[in-house]
């Protein structure tokens, strides 16, 4: 019988490892009541499970007295993926169980930022991670800071890179490559665990250099139509006129990130808009507090904005968005609810700080990469290398 046929028996197992997911040491019992399942059906699947190496069962942590009782964890020999976040200046890497927990971590600074030696470096770190999980090492998930259609970067002006074939990280390896926009994974992070979370209608922002962001509905990004979507820095909510790396004019990028706040202190474009951000917003001389007044109210202007377009239950800021309000509180209030349509302000989205900081765009492709790790082909094909 081959997998195509067999595909439609694992539905049950797929439902029960996205439990697994859910909630972190669920019980048998709990998942037979979330599924509706009866406790032969729910002990015949988890058997499965285990026989796959894709669950096992540990006691649960004691809690006096009582009947002891097991949890539902990922077994210690099954899959795995790694999720990459690469920054401006470093990349992060993170192998991730079944149930989404982190199970290693590093962290390294570019040395050179060419496309070819970082996407070099991305390689070394799959090949180290194969190296050491073999075939447990299913899906490799990446978060870019730039557009992405179809595992390749279109453009990324923060890196000053473009037309990039990201395929070059899993070459050879017969492992998936899923490759997605930072700040909408960092979006998905918000509204499967974090500030966003059960939100029906969420919008996520993140500033770092520029500003990036994602429109969530039930927590899905909605992704365009070739999956380009969320690029709101490069909306015209700038100054006209301005020239964009992207090659737009007026983008809001420009005007909510270090190289706005250099501008208007009539100091040099910083090499590293990030960490410039940063050190302004240690100074306490009153140029430095005007020029984080004009950002904040550039970006808490764009925010109603987009409110008024998306119409979100709940806004969440990541990154640099989070300090550069807390700056200047009541001027991003002021700006914000101005920028309104009436009737939003009787009783505004809520703009929330980012629960998942900083590893939001982490934790948003290991998210993706579990999505697609428990679905039922994947199931499927896990069972036939067992």
Not at 58 to 84: D, E, I, N, Y
Not at 197 to 203: E, H, R, S
Request: hydrophobic share 40%; charged share 20%.
């Amino acid at each position: 019988m081959t997998t195509a046929v067999r595909r439609g028996q694992w539905q049950t197992a797929a439902d029960v490892l996205a439990q697994v997911r859910r909630r972190p040491g669920i019980t048998r019992a709990a998942v037979a009541r979330e599924l509706r399942l009866s406790t032969s059906s729910a002990t015949e699947v988890t058997a499965r499970l285990r026989d796959l190496q894709l669950l096992t069962e540990v006691p649960a942590p004691s809690q006096g007295r009582g009947r002891p009782t097991t949890v539902l964890r990922p077994h210690p020999q099954g899959p795995v993926v790694l999720a990459l976040d690469l920054r401006q200046s470093s990349w992060r890497s993170a192998v991730v169980a079944l149930d989404g927990s982190f199970l290693a971590q590093q962290s390294r600074r570019h040395r050179s930022r060419r496309p070819q030696v970082v996407l070099s470096n991305l390689q070394g770190a799959v090949k180290q991670v194969r190296e050491q999980y073999g075939e447990r090492l299913r899906v490799v998930s990446l978060a870019v800071p730039g557009t992405i259609r179809d595992n390749r970067l279109m453009q990324a002006p923060t890196l000053e890179w473009a037309e990039l074939d990201l395929e070059a990280i899993t070459a050879g390896t017969g492992i998936t490559l899923l490759a997605g926009n930072d700040a909408t994974l960092s979006g998905v992070a918000e509204a499967r665990t974090g500030a966003a979370a059960g939100a029906g209608t969420a919008l996520h922002l993140i500033v770092e250099v520029g500003i990036g962001g994602t429109l969530l509905i039930d927590g899905v990004p909605a992704q365009g139509a070739s999956g380009a979507a969320g690029e709101y820095g490069h909306i015209p909510f700038g100054e006209r006129g301005r020239e964009c790396p992207c090659g737009a004019s007026g983008c809001w990028d420009l005007d909510i990130d270090g190289r706005a706040l250099a501008r208007h202190l009539k100091e040099p474009t910083p090499d590293d808009p990030y960490g410039y951000t940063e050190d302004v917003l240690k100074r306490t001389d009153r140029a430095a507090g005007r020029a984080v007044a004009r950002v904040v109210t550039a970006l808490a202007s764009g925010i109603a904005g987009l409110v008024n377009a998306h119409d979100p239950d709940v806004v969440t800021l990541g990154g640099l968005a989070i300090p550069l309000r807390a700056a200047a509180e009541s001027t991003f209030e002021q700006a914000y609810l101005a920028g309104l349509m009436t009737f939003h302000r009787t009783s505004p989205p809520p703009v929330l700080p980012a629960t998942h900081q900083p590893d939001g765009p982490l934790r948003g492709a290991a998210a993706l990469a579990l999505d697609y790790l428990t679905t039922e082909p994947s199931i499927a094909q896990w069972a036939d290398r067992r």
